[in-house]
């Protein structure tokens, strides 16, 4: 089992900033991309920023300038480093994850079970 766990999650004031984390844990061999997608009720998920493991980064013209991803490839962490918060950021924020479980099996997609982020105007 491959495991995605998040933190950092919660309320904040526009304006304001928050870090969201998340570690891959379990049978894992490698890992490609590692990321963050976002969802709001009735709206498909989207993405905020990914980054591979050779440093190219990934963000949506919504956060760029005010998101900040990064990542440790020997941890498998990634946070997100988020400023100047506003009301269109709130939602429901997902870590995930584009890996391989061993040398010979193929590339799946992994994600955390989402953690949340409010941010009051």
């Known amino acids: 089992q491959v495991q995605l766990v998040e933190s950092g999650g919660g309320l904040v004031q526009a304006g304001g900033s928050l870090r969201l984390s998340c570690a891959a844990s379990?049978?894992?061999?490698?890992?490609?991309?590692m990321g963050w997608y976002r969802q709001t009720p009735g709206k498909q998920r989207e993405l905020v920023a990914t980054?591979?493991?050779?440093?190219?980064?990934n963000y949506a013209d919504s956060v760029k300038g005010r998101f900040t991803i990064s990542r440790d490839n020997v941890k498998n962490t990634v946070d997100l480093q988020m400023n100047s918060l506003n009301a269109e950021d709130t939602a429901d924020y997902y870590c995930?994850?584009?890996?391989?479980?061993?040398?010979?099996?193929?590339?799946?997609?992994?994600w955390g079970q989402g953690t949340q982020v409010n941010v009051s105007s």
């Open positions: 980054a591979t493991s050779g440093g190219s980064t």
């Open positions: 995930y994850a584009l890996g391989r479980r061993g040398r010979f099996t193929g590339w799946s997609e992994y």
């Open positions: 379990g049978s894992i061999w490698l890992i490609d991309t």
